[in-house]
Every structure is written in structure tokens, then in C-alpha cells.
């Protein structure tokens, strides 16, 4: 902000003569704030004064010598400049401390390479701003008051002319929320300053006098998680739940499988916290696909999975029945194990420094990392203002070189995550390994606000590189900032996978314990395609998959996308049926329908309710192969105490997410009778998951 801009605010503000420079200081640093959104606040205000008054006599002095130097020898001159060299050593060794108090939110360079110096020299032209603070860093009326009044010599007419100015401030903004603020800077200018009270109350030593250095660094805690988790401003896709269908009228369904597990784990969070998560975050198909249930496995690669099939009674409605299709992916043995060629990916913007962000990350990829054969390689590229690379490939034997470039990273800037998409498949096809595993995998919150950050152009990318045989797995951090949209549309359109680290055990399931599923593809463009009988079905809906789902000619067209199957990964899908004898049925019949046409149709298919069809193309093959099966009345139980216990507890969490996303077609059914259904098929839960599902439950029952 110019000097000029500056006296223009003073002519509103009536706060005596002499302490000119500390209202300049004060209103600079408020304006600012929201304004430029870039570096740490340089100076404390006391620093900012004498910095300055420093600067107006060098300034005087240098011309003064100039002056004179015009006026006199040579000699004179260079003696003259001899002194001033002299003067500047001297201030510089024994009173540059005071004089340069420099604020710790400064970030150490993540890289000497051409990405981390872009950074540095991004920021230290921004640092020519001088006062410039960070957009994370805010300056609270009261503190000013405590450093300016308490701190500072003012006498009691400049208290009382301060505290209208405050008042005056708290008036104008009375009754805007912190949502209408983010909105509108202008609010943000006048109502800055209450979330850093708290912290700067936490930094300031107490004993501090006049004089001392303050640290006006927010803590990762008390604006990147709990000050956006207040605001809400996490962005998901819009659902809209699956309607019911007639079969009579749309008898064949169609979709994608999806193998993402990120709506669950963002659940369980939101859940742990208190809160009952937004309905656009309840994907029921993730939900249901984050346990793992023991289908049938083929022996053969050749034939990556093979469906299990079940019918049974609907347990949140008696006039309906629930038919489960479930399939396992062929489980790569170790000796199969592709050569992986890995590229990190990682988000090191300032919407990271948080405890569950970016520490948690370096963490989580410390797991992958160690899980690495020697003849793997691993590249680290990050991006925040600037996209570089960390760390060139190197072999998975050299973990101390890796870890110790994971190490380094730190959060700092704005977020230039499409350019750092750009670095990341550059990189990965430079070391593209043949007949190997090769895949970028992006660590973020989503937050991509420099360079491509248009979803569609983004798409657009990734699904024209996904054609050189490079996939991206996208794993989401945080809350209150997290752009699960973005993230979904690149995993879906990166022939890969979306998963959310909401905690440590979270990144050792998804990147030790399920590393071959996460990574290792046996199937892509998996689709599904339904056909229901209607001289048995009258009625159907799909749980879940409504961002999945195709039209019919699309299961039959190669070249549309679809979602892929890593090694062991089980998939499920749910539809609930009306039979056609049910007095359940939520749409009448019509009077003038041709019954007799309709059962010459189904007549020599008398025991079948559907016709079930699987697409699926070999990693290397660009041909897609057809599984078929019917689903008939072999398939079917007559009470439901005798269904396999993995199915009864995919249905108990098929209900449970229903009931979060409103309960739309769940009748009655409670919280309490999802847990006892899942009490009563548990069945082996080795790692726990299924038994902590039964607290979530308790907890969103609990949740008012």
C-alpha cells in the first residue's frame, strides 16, 4: 500500500500528531492482511519505526554526500564513503539484531533445485512490500491496543482516541459473519483481528518489556484446521440420490465400479469431531467398499475376479429384497510384483501447514517408502507458489536420501498445483519403466488456486495422459479447506484411485496394507450392466454409484472410461428390488399394460430376476472381455439369518449411509438397528475396522 493510500485512511482517523508512524504501521498492517495475502508481518511495530527513522536519515545523509561530493574532490569523497562503509559495518554487527526483527513465518526453501529457487525469488519479490503480512497471520484490536497503549509512551488522550477508532471498527462490522468476511475484503479490513489474539497472547513471553521481538505466526492449529473447519468451506460434488426405477419401463442399469474409499475415511473424521458430516459427503458405494469381504478369487490372472451373487430379504423394508453383487480382484503375489516407477506428488502450499496436513503426509509417505524394493525408484516433486523438483528418481534402497528429502518439506505460498500436475507426469515418463508399475500420486487438500485449476482443463490432462500408461492416485488431508470435488473428477479420470488420511492408521492401510490394491491395477475400465426380469421385478435402485453411473450403450463402447481394479480389491454393489407379487410397491401398475405380451417375453426365463454382464479390460490391453451370469432363485435366501455374514454387514453399512444422506428409502430403521445388524457380522476383523464402524454409529446416533 502506497504512502499516499495511507494518509488518505489517516484523514478519517483522529489520533493525535505524534504518533503518526504507529497509525500508519497499524492501518498498513490491517489493509494489507486481505489485500496482498503473501509473506509474514516483517516488523514488529516498534522495529517498523526505527527501521524507518534509520532509512530517512540514511537517505539524508547519502544525499547530502552526494551533494557535496558534486561540490568537492574526489578524495573527500572516497574518504567520505570509507566512513559511511564503516557506519554500515557497525550498525550492521552491533545493531542489526534490534534493528532487523524479522517475524518466524518465514519458510527455509523447500529446494535448491529450479522449483525451490522460483519460490525463493518469488518470495523475495514480494518481500520488497515491506509490512506485507501472510494471509494466515491476523492482528487482533486488543493486541494492538496492549502493544501500542501499554507498550508503547501514549498519553491518556491517545488511549481514549484509540479506542473509538476500535469501536468505531466493531460497529461497522456488527453482525457479519466469518463467512460474510471471506467474502468481502473490504468487511475483512475494518473487522480483522480476533482469531490471533489467542496466539499472540501464547507467543509473547511474558516478561516481555519494550522492545521485544513478537512472533505473529499463527499455530497450524488455530487458523489452517480450526479456523477453516469453522467456516466449512470443504467442497463435494452435488448428489442426488438414485430415484427408483420401473423396469417395465428401464429394465437395464448400468455403471462404473468405483474402488475409492475417501468418503468413509472423511466420515469417520467429521464423525469423531462431533459433527454429522454434509450429505454431499456421504458417498454410500465408498462407504460400503472401504472393508474388505472375503468373495470368491479366480486362480488365473488371465480371469482377474468372478461375481458372488446373493438375494435376500431388504432388513429396513419386508416388501423388498436386497441383491448383492460382490467381486475380488486376483491377488498379485509378491514374486509378481511389478517394478514400480513412483512419483510424489506433494501440495507444500500454505493451505498445508497444518498438523493434519502436511506432517501427517511426510508421515504417511515415510510408510510407502519403506515398503519400497531396491529396484523401485521414487521421485518427489512439490508445488506451492512455484513447482520443482525435490528429489531426481532414485532407487527404493536409498531410503535415508528419500526420507531425509521428505524431511525438508515445509508450507509456505499459494498453490500452483496444476503446474506441479504438469512437472509430476513429465517426470514419470522420463523414467518410465516398461511392463512396470507407473503412477503419480498426489498428496493434497485440493486447494489448487495458480495455474490449472479449472476441474474440466484438469480432466482433460490427466485423461490425455492416462493414454502413455501413467495412472494418479490422489490422496485428500485436512478439513475445512478440502476440495474433494477436484480430487474425485483426477482419480476417475487418472485411471486411478481416491483415498482420504484422516490419521497414521489410515495411511498404513491404504499404503502398506492394501499398497497392491492402492497401486497394483489387474483390471481397468471395469463396468457393470444390469437386466432385470420384469415378470419378477417390478421395481429397483441402485445404492450409491451416482457419480458413476453410464447409459446402456456406453458398457458396450471401449472407448468410454471406466473405473479400475487393483490386486485383491473387492468391490460391491447394491440394488434393492421390488418383486412384482410385493405390496410394496411405490408405483402402481398401469391399467392398460399387455401383461400376456409381457409374460410371453419372460416366459422361458421363468426363474431368473436378472441378467448380470461384467466389462473389463487387461492393464495392457486396450479390448475390453465380457463376463455373464444369471441371477436367479439359487442365488436366493429365504431369512436373512442365513445370509453370509459379509454380505449382512455390507448391508448394515449400505444403511448406515443411507440414513446420514436422510434416509430417503429406509422406512423406520435407527442407528440401533444398524448396529445390531453388524454386531450379528462382524466375522473376522483382524485389524478392527468393522468394530470401529459400530462405535461410528453410536456416535452418530449420539450427535444432535
Known amino acids: 500500500m502506497k504512502d499516499e493510500e495511507i ?5 478519517g482517523v483522529e489520533i493525535p500528531e505524534p504518533d503518526e508512524i504507529k497509525k500508519k504501521a497499524t492501518i498498513k498492517a490491517v489493509m494489507t492482511e486481505f489485500h496482498q495475502q503473501k509473506l509474514s508481518l516483517q516488523k514488529n511495530f516498534k522495529g517498523i519505526e526505527e527501521e524507518r527513522r534509520l532509512r530517512g536519515k540514511t537517505k539524508t545523509f547519502f544525499t547530502f554526500l552526494g551533494e557535496f561530493a558534486m561540490k568537492k574532490s574526489f578524495i573527500i569523497t572516497g574518504g567520505a564513503t570509507a566512513l559511511v562503509a564503516l557506519l554500515v559495518v557497525y550498525f550492521s554487527v552491533f545493531m542489526g539484531p534490534s534493528l532487523m526483527m524479522r517475524v518466524s513465518t518465514e519458510q527455509e526453501p523447500v529446494s535448491q533445485s529450479a522449483g525451490g529457487r522460483a519460490e525463493i525469488r518469488e518470495r523475495d519479490e514480494a518481500e520488497k512490500n515491506e509490512g506485507v503480512p501472510r494471509h494466515d497471520t491476523f492482528v487482533d484490536d486488543s493486541i494492538l491496543e496492549e502493544l501500542i497503549v501499554k507498550k508503547l509512551p501514549v498519553n491518556p488522550t491517545e488511549q481514549r482516541e484509540l479506542g473509538s477508532v476500535t469501536a468505531k471498527a466493531d460497529k461497522e462490522t456488527e453482525g457479519f459473519t466469518d463467512a460474510d468476511s471471506l467474502k468481502n475484503p473490504s468487511i475483512i479490513a475494518t473487522k480483522p483481528m480476533r482469531s490471533m489474539a489467542k496466539t499472540m497472547a501464547k507467543r509473547r513471553p ?8 513478537y512472533s505473529l505466526q499463527a499455530p497450524a492449529d488455530d487458523y489452517r484446521s480450526n479456523e477453516y473447519k469453522d467456516v466449512g468451506r470443504d467442497k463435494f460434488e452435488t448428489i442426488v440420490t438414485n430415484p427408483l426405477k420401473l423396469v417395465s419401463e428401464e429394465p437395464v442399469s448400468t455403471f462404473s465400479v468405483d474402488v475409492d474409499t475417501a468418503s468413509y475415511a472423511f466420515v469417520r473424521r467429521q464423525l469423531n469431531n462431533g459433527v454429522l458430516p454434509q450429505k454431499n459427503a456421504v458417498r454410500v458405494e465408498e462407504m460400503i467398499n472401504y472393508f474388505d469381504y472375503d468373495y470368491s478369487v479366480p486362480a488365473d490372472k488371465s480371469r482377474p475376479f468372478q461375481p458372488t451373487t446373493a438375494l435376500y430379504q431388504t432388513p429396513w423394508n419386508p416388501d423388498t429384497r436386497l441383491l448383492h453383487i460382490g467381486i475380488k480382484g486376483y491377488d498379485i503375489v509378491p514374486e509378481e510384483k511389478p517394478v514400480s516407477n513412483l512419483v510424489f506428488l506433494i501440495d507444500v502450499s500454505g493451505s498445508m501447514n497444518s498438523h493434519d496436513k502436511l506432517p501427517l503426509l511426510k508421515n504417511s509417505f515415510r510408510l510407502l517408502v519403506n515398503t519400497l524394493d531396491e529396484d523401485d525408484t521414487v521421485s518427489i516433486v512439490v508445488y506451492a507458489g512455484a513447482a520443482g523438483t525435490v528429489l531426481e528418481p ?10 531425509a528429502a521428505l524431511d525438508q518439506l515445509q508450507a509456505g505460498g499459494s498453490t500452483a498445483g496444476g503446474e506441479g500436475v504438469r512437472k509430476a507426469y513429465e517426470l514419470a515418463e522420463a523414467n518410465f519403466t516398461k511392463d512396470g508399475l507407473n503412477r503419480v500420486i498426489l498428496a493434497t487438500d485440493g486447494d489448487f488456486n495458480v495455474g490449472i485449476r479449472d476441474p474440466e482443463e484438469l480432466k482433460s490432462f490427466v485423461e490425455r495422459k492416462r493414454e502413455t500408461g501413467i495412472f494418479l492416485s490422489v490422496l485428500g488431508f485436512g478439513q475445512g479447506n478440502y476440495h474433494d470435488a477436484l480430487m474425485q473428477k483426477l482419480a476417475q479420470n487418472g485411471n486411478g484411485n481416491a483415498a482420504y488420511i484422516d490419521n497414521l492408521n489410515e495411511a498404513r492401510k491404504v499404503l502398506v496394507d492394501e499398497a497392491s490394491s492402492t497401486l497394483f491395477t489387474i483390471a481397468k475400465d471395469v463396468k457393470i450392466q444390469i437386466e432385470f426380469n420384469p415378470k419378477l421385478v417390478a421395481e429397483y435402485r441402485l445404492i450409491g454409484y451416482e457419480s458413476r453411473m453410464l447409459k446402456r450403450e456406453d458398457f458396450n463402447n471401449d472407448k468410454v472410461d471406466a473405473g479400475d481394479i487393483g490386486s485383491g480389491h473387492s468391490v460391491t454393489a447394491i440394488y434393492e428390488i421390488t418383486p412384482s407379487t410385493s405390496k410394496g410397491k411405490l408405483v402402481d401398475d398401469l391399467r392398460y399394460s399387455d401383461k400376456e405380451e409381457q409374460a410371453a417375453t419372460t416366459g422361458s426365463m421363468e426363474g431368473e430376476y436378472a441378467y448380470l454382464k461384467i466389462r473389463y479390460k487387461l492393464p495392457d490391453s486396450e479390448k475390453s472381455e465380457l463376463l455373464q451370469t444369471p441371477i436367479n432363485r439359487e442365488n436366493e435366501y429365504s ?17 448406515f449411509g443411507q440414513l446420514l444422506r436422510g434416509g430417503t428409502f429406509t422406512a423406520q430403521f435407527t442407528y440401533g438397528d444398524v448396529i445390531k445388524l453388524a454386531e450379528s457380522a462382524t466375522g473376522k476383523d483382524p485389524y478392527g475396522y468393522r468394530h470401529e464402524f459400530i462405535n461410528l454409529v453410536r456416535l452418530a446416533g449420539s450427535i444432535r
Open 206 to 213: 511474558e516478561s516481555a518489556g519494550r522492545g521485544a521481538s
Open 394 to 403: 532414485t532407487k527404493g534402497n536409498e531410503r535415508g536420501k528419500i526420507l
Open 639 to 655: 431369512r436373512i439369518d442365513q445370509v453370509p455374514a459379509d454380505i449382512r454387514f455390507a448391508a448394515s453399512v449400505a444403511a
Open 7 to 11: 494518509n488518505k485512511i489517516l484523514q
